[in-house]
């Protein structure tokens, strides 16, 4: 009797999962189907993850496996394991290194409708004995479900999973399809995803100070929208988007006219090609809310001669989150310049103070530093100074001798921040090992004696600070006699 019930259950399953005719049903993408009486649309897109991390995970009755899945978008548990860019991970944590076990690619995701029931199942790896692992997740709408809830109901030794996934998203016309197009618009800094959401890079635009990216063996200086000179003459870009720096040689890897938008992933992929068309840029632009103030860009994957990829992260690359227009603060000396929108200057002229560089300090998981700053005036600490001669920033390991110059005075480049006009990024390059500052200048009114704080390091050498100050606030332009400069006090640790 148990073997013919076994049997019989067995038979009963391959019944149930094996049909997948949608009759009344419409799959339109790996996790989106649509109702063809209702011409609503049932979409897990609102729960996918676009970090290349898993939306929802559940665990097995004694704890040992976790199963990890990103609906719509592959994710990466473990690099160079078969949790490699999957929609379904098993992790076997009772070994060590944990075992990765893929249960799912997002290609073979096939909606199921039986009894009532919408199912999604997907295709993995084999077995160690040859059978196909299966995953089969039946979906339970639950309009109140905010938090999609992930449970584990089966697992047998052929290698097959059921799971049970209740969202709000299992509903129809509830969440939105993840975006497969985005449109150029007018002036090729801004598309228009077929949800009908904008994302618009209008105001990362500064060609006065465009955003640089060093790699071991070059330097790519990057400005979206307009063009930008770098290098010098003729031996230099020359109205380029993308420029990259290698040796002394100059080399146009993009113009914005020939800017286009794909989709992979989930994220927008912003290509700009060359004037003759042998070298491209892939900037792989990441909605990051928390870049609310400048871009972070960082070298990503394989380079070539003929093509650098880029990521770009930064709350303009979120959907309609960025409509003011680009606003310039240009230059006037090492540390002070002029918005170009007429709202005043930027000036720190009032806390040079070369014989005092304010003082920060900051660690990571090695080692604790001491950072110095000093606008305007290049600075020589009083400690063994190898590196830190006249610079702008000097980054001391705490208890040895080492010191690093972390940026050159005459460097400094002004960046408005995005997202509040009246905060402005100061930028230097030039030090040791490609070593990079930017100083927030962070605006308070009633801070009488400045602050500066360090913030944290990323990408590696670039290191950031907050001065907090009433200096850090941009002031009308007043036009003054003579270049006398007070110096006000500093706060040291």
Excluded at 30 to 44: A, H, P, Q, Y
Aim: negative net charge; contains cysteine; hydrophobic residues 30%.
């Amino acid at each position: 009797m148990t073997l013919t019930f076994k049997m019989s259950f067995r038979v009963l399953l391959v019944m149930v999962f094996a049909g997948c005719a949608l009759t009344d049903f419409v799959q339109l993408d790996s996790c989106s189907l649509r109702d063809t009486t209702t011409n609503e649309i049932l979409s897990l897109g609102g729960l996918a993850k676009k970090d290349k991390t898993a939306a929802v995970s559940a665990k097995d009755s004694t704890g040992q496996y976790d199963y990890l899945y990103n609906p719509c978008l592959s994710f990466t548990a473990e690099p160079s394991t078969q949790c490699d860019n999957v929609a379904m991970c098993q992790e076997d944590t009772g070994h060590q290194p944990i075992r990765y076990y893929n249960l799912g690619n997002q290609s073979t995701g096939k909606f199921i409708y039986q009894g009532g029931w919408h199912y999604l199942q997907y295709n993995g790896s084999k077995t160690w004995d040859g059978h196909q692992r299966t995953t089969t997740i039946m979906l339970i709408c639950n309009a109140t479900a905010i938090d999609p809830r992930l449970v584990l109901t089966q697992e047998t030794q052929q290698g097959e999973y059921r799971l049970r996934l209740e969202s709000e998203c299992a509903c129809f016309g509830k969440c939105k399809q993840i975006s497969q197009t985005c449109t150029p618009q007018s002036g090729n800094c801004a598309c228009e995803l077929d949800t009908g959401e904008l994302i618009n890079i209008r105001s990362l635009n500064q060609p006065s100070a465009p955003m640089v990216v060093k790699t071991p063996t070059s330097t790519v200086t990057l400005n979206p929208c307009t063009g930008i000179n770098v290098g010098p003459g003729a031996d230099g870009c020359r109205d380029v988007t993308v420029c990259v720096q290698n040796a002394g040689t100059y080399t146009d890897y993009g113009v914005a006219s020939r800017a286009a938008y794909t989709l992979q992933n989930g994220h927008v992929i912003l290509t700009y090609i060359s004037q003759d068309s042998s070298k491209r840029t892939n900037i792989e632009l990441v909605c990051d809310p928390g870049q609310r103030h400048y871009p972070l860009v960082t070298i990503q994957g394989q380079q070539t001669p003929s093509e650098i990829n880029l990521e770009l992260r930064s709350v303009c690359a979120c959907p309609n989150a960025c409509f003011n227009p680009p606003v310039n603060c240009d230059r006037i000396d090492d540390c002070s310049c002029r918005l170009d929108d007429g709202n005043g200057v930027f000036s720190l002229s009032n806390l040079d103070n070369p014989a005092a560089p304010f003082l920060a300090r900051g660690g990571d998981k090695w080692s604790n530093y001491t950072y110095y700053y000093n606008p305007c005036t290049p600075f020589t600490p009083p400690e063994p100074n190898d590196n830190c001669t006249a610079v702008a920033g000097c980054q001391l390991v705490d208890g040895t001798n080492e010191d690093f110059s972390i940026g050159a005075q005459n460097t400094a480049s002004f960046r408005v921040s995005t997202a509040e006009s009246d905060v402005l990024t100061m930028m230097y390059t030039g030090g040791n090992e490609d070593r990079q500052t930017f100083v927030q200048l962070e605006c308070n009114a009633t801070k009488e004696i400045p602050f500066l704080r360090y913030v944290y390091e990323e990408p590696i050498h670039a290191y950031h600070f907050v001065l907090e100050s009433k200096d850090s606030c941009p002031k009308p332009e007043m036009k003054k006699p003579g270049n006398a400069k007070s110096q006000r006090p500093r706060t040291r640790l």
